[in-house]
């Protein structure tokens, strides 16, 4: 097939192409466009407004009707009944709402006026020629509209997304056991994230959450992995499968799930990839940036037992000492942790708090406080269970998001104290005589024990 592109008024207009690989389009620049405005709601009931609230999408140039969901089928429609092609569809932030207004538009003037023409097998003979319409963003007028559209989106998603954040109204249950969630949403995927090690994103970035949860939901009931999507004969397969592969998340490479997370509604035409990686090469560039005017903000480290907040970890340690009996630099001295371990111990200890159990004795309590007072009193805040109960694997992951006492951990080397370092003697070797230093050392000594038991053998 050859395609053939025609000028639509005059041989002078520009060419833009689509593409370094694509034909060249000529756009009319000579014709007036009407000032841009979406579809307005007429008081006739057989009015925009009238089709606008229909669940179809009527076709821009008959009465034919389709579906939003078989918005394939009308693109179908459309190439081959009105030879009609619509650039970057995918692109379109509101396919009904651009379809109408195109509709409008198309009635008030000539397609021509908006579309360049493509001329199909120019090289055959007339006959079998057939001139067909290009619809796309290289028009001024429809480029406004999709920027439109997608503004127009993104404040509505916001506004959804703001309403979710603070809806108390929130009901689930979790997908992995029978625990049932009442209040905010954050609740259920911060539950999934901590007990089952399964993150979606934070509560905040994610939009449309019950929707996302069906869909998610609607997956495991067929018995598919959230990850591979492979489907598999019974549950306790599916469940082993997620937890030895680790697919215990979502394929971020699912375009299902791009309308759930709002990054994906930010800029117009982008993906959240598009988005990240302008995100990394804008890093990368700026890696010559003066930083010496950057002002250094407070940890604001968090007590481990109350809700007590210190600006430097010197003043929360003294404080858990003073105040709950627990000197956490005693312990990490006379354990020889180092930071993985004081990691661990870190995220047990809050785990347990979390959970009003005493991580000594192991009883539970109803409230915080109950906890913290019987572990004073009692002084189990100072007897730590075994090393092999909290030195798990479990514990490299944070109780708590953004617990910046973890960020200000230090190796046990790193606080040698004074008197200790000036106690450790330093011997240096005499290496004047390298020959007599080679045949005292215990490694030539073994290397001759091993030749020796090598002959008598």
Request: net charge negative.
């Amino acid at each position: 097939m050859f395609l053939c592109l025609l000028p639509l008024v005059a041989p002078s207009s520009s060419c833009l192409p689509l593409s370094p690989s694509a034909p060249q389009l000529k756009i009319c620049h000579l014709c007036i466009l009407e000032p841009l405005s979406l579809p307005e709601s007429p008081a006739s009931p057989d009015g925009v407004a009238t089709v606008e609230s229909s669940p179809t999408v009527p076709c821009i140039f008959c009465e034919e009707c389709y579906v939003l969901a078989e918005q394939n089928q009308l693109l179908k429609h459309m190439i081959i009944e009105h030879k009609l092609v619509i650039a970057d569809v995918k692109l379109v932030a509101d396919f009904k709402r651009y379809i109408l207004y195109w509709k409008k538009r198309f009635a008030e003037q000539p397609i021509t006026d908006f579309c360049s023409v493509i001329r199909t097998n120019s090289e055959a003979p007339l006959e079998e020629q057939d001139n067909y319409f290009l619809l796309c963003d290289v028009l001024p007028e429809d480029r406004l509209l999709r920027e439109q559209l997608q503004q127009k989106r993104l404040r509505e998603i916001l506004e959804q997304q703001q309403r979710e954040r603070y809806d108390t109204s929130f009901h689930s249950m979790c997908m992995f056991c029978d625990q049932e969630f009442t209040g905010n949403r954050s609740v259920l995927l911060n539950h999934m994230a901590r007990e089952h090690a399964f993150n979606i994103g934070l509560p905040d970035n994610i939009v449309n959450c019950y929707e996302f949860l069906a869909v998610l939901q609607e997956k495991l009931d067929n018995l598919q992995c959230l990850y591979c999507e492979k489907v598999f004969r019974d549950k306790n397969t599916l469940k082993d499968h997620m937890r030895k592969k680790q697919h215990r998340r979502i394929n971020a490479k699912n375009k299902e799930y791009d309308r759930f997370y709002i990054i994906n509604y930010l800029e117009f035409g982008k993906s959240w990839e598009e988005v990240q990686s302008e995100d990394d090469r804008e890093l990368l560039d700026n890696l010559e940036e003066d930083w010496s005017d950057w002002e250094e903000h407070p940890v604001c480290a968090v007590c481990l037992f109350c809700e007590q907040q210190a600006d430097t970890t010197e003043k929360l340690h003294l404080h858990m000492q003073k105040s709950h009996g627990f000197d956490f630099l005693k312990i990490k001295s006379e354990l020889g942790l180092n930071f993985y371990q004081q990691v661990k111990l870190v995220n047990f200890i809050r785990r347990e708090i979390h959970h009003c159990r005493c991580y000594s004795c192991r009883e539970k309590f109803q409230s915080k406080g109950g906890l913290i007072s019987h572990m004073e009193e009692t002084k189990h805040i100072t007897f730590l269970p075994a090393r092999s109960t909290w030195d798990q694997p479990q514990y490299y992951f944070p109780t708590y998001e953004n617990d910046t006492l973890l960020c200000t951990l230090s190796d046990s080397e790193d606080l040698i104290p004074e008197d200790q370092s000036e106690a450790v003697p330093v011997v240096s070797e005499d290496i004047s005589s390298l020959k007599a230093l080679k045949q005292s050392s215990i490694l030539n000594q073994l290397l001759c024990e091993e030749n020796s038991s090598h002959d008598k053998s």
